[in-house]
T-cell receptor, first 111, second 117 residues
Framework: KNEVEQSPQNLTAQEGEFITINCSYSVGISALHWLQQHPGGGIVSLFMLSSGKKKHGRLIATINIQEKHSSLHITASHPRDSAVYICAVRSLRTSGSRLTFGEGTQLTVNP | DAGVIQSPRHEVTEMGQEVTLRCKPISGHNSLFWYRQTMMRGLELLIYFNNNVPIDDSGMPEDRFSAKMPNASFSTLKIQPSEPRDSAVYFC???????????????FGPGTRLTVL
C-alpha cells in the first residue's frame, strides 16, 4: 500500500462544475503539498498546508490531520484547469525535506 | 526572479554515454532537490541538498548516478554510463529552509527530458 493515495485517478468534468480530488496518507506528516502539472510538463506548487484550510482564487485545499486526509477543491472549473494534480507529504518518519508523492489525478475539464 | 533554471531542456543520447544535467536554484534558496518522473513510478526524490551539503541520497538508483552542489547557485546530476531505463524527465526544485522543522514550499524547474537510446 502506498503511503500516499489519491482518488480518483482520472476525472472528467464539464466547465463550471465543482471538482474534488482526495488524498489519503498513512504516516504522520509535518506538511502536505498540492502540486499541479500541466500537459507541457511544468510543475507548480499550489498549496502547502499542515492544518485547516487554504484558499487561492478558485482553489481550496483542506486537511484533516486526525483522519490523515486532504482534499483539493476547484470551484467553477474551466478547461484551463485540465492538468495532473499531485498530492505530496513530508513524513515525520523521514529526514529533512523529503516528499513522498501520490500517483496524481488526471483532470480533464471539457468546454 | 527567473525561477529555477535547468539545462538542457531535452537530451537524447546513446546508451553508455555520460549525461550531465544542470540546475540553478532560485537565488536565496538553500535547499535543492533532484526528482525523476516516469510513467511507471511517478515522481521520485533522488537526492536533496541543504546549504550545499547532500542530506538524503537514498533515492539515487545506483552508483551510475552522482550529484554535486559546488556552490549555492549550481548543481549537477550526472549519469555515467547511461542506460535506456534512465529515460525520464528530471526535475530540479529549490526552497528556502530555515531552522529545525521550518519548511517552505518547493519551486520546480521546467525539467530535462532525457532519452537514452
Amino acid at each position: 500500500k502506498n503511503e500516499v493515495e489519491q482518488s480518483p485517478q482520472n476525472l472528467t468534468a464539464q466547465e463550471g462544475e465543482f471538482i474534488t480530488i482526495n488524498c489519503s496518507y498513512s504516516v504522520g506528516i509535518s506538511a502536505l503539498h498540492w502540486l499541479q502539472q500541466h500537459p507541457g510538463g511544468g510543475i507548480v506548487s499550489l498549496f502547502m498546508l499542515s492544518s485547516g484550510k487554504k484558499k487561492h482564487g478558485r482553489l481550496i485545499a483542506t486537511i484533516n490531520i486526525q483522519e490523515k486526509h486532504s482534499s483539493l477543491h476547484i470551484t467553477a472549473s474551466h478547461p484551463r484547469d485540465s492538468a495532473v494534480y499531485i498530492c505530496a507529504v513530508r513524513s515525520l518518519r523521514t529526514s529533512g525535506s523529503r516528499l513522498t508523492f501520490g500517483e496524481g489525478t488526471q483532470l480533464t475539464v471539457n468546454p | 526572479d527567473a525561477g529555477v533554471i535547468q539545462s538542457p531542456r531535452h537530451e537524447v543520447t546513446e546508451m553508455g554515454q555520460e549525461v550531465t544535467l544542470r540546475c540553478k536554484p532560485i537565488s536565496g534558496h538553500n535547499s535543492l532537490f533532484w526528482y525523476r518522473q516516469t510513467m511507471m513510478r511517478g515522481l521520485e526524490l533522488l537526492i536533496y541538498f541543504n546549504n550545499n551539503v547532500p542530506i538524503d541520497d537514498s533515492g539515487m538508483p545506483e552508483d551510475r548516478f552522482s550529484a554535486k552542489m559546488p556552490n549555492a547557485s549550481f548543481s549537477t546530476l550526472k549519469i555515467q554510463p547511461s542506460e535506456p531505463r534512465d529515460s525520464a524527465v528530471y526535475f530540479c526544485a529549490s526552497s528556502r529552509t530555515s531552522g529545525l522543522g521550518s519548511y517552505n514550499e518547493q519551486f520546480f524547474g521546467p525539467g530535462t527530458r532525457l532519452t537514452v537510446l
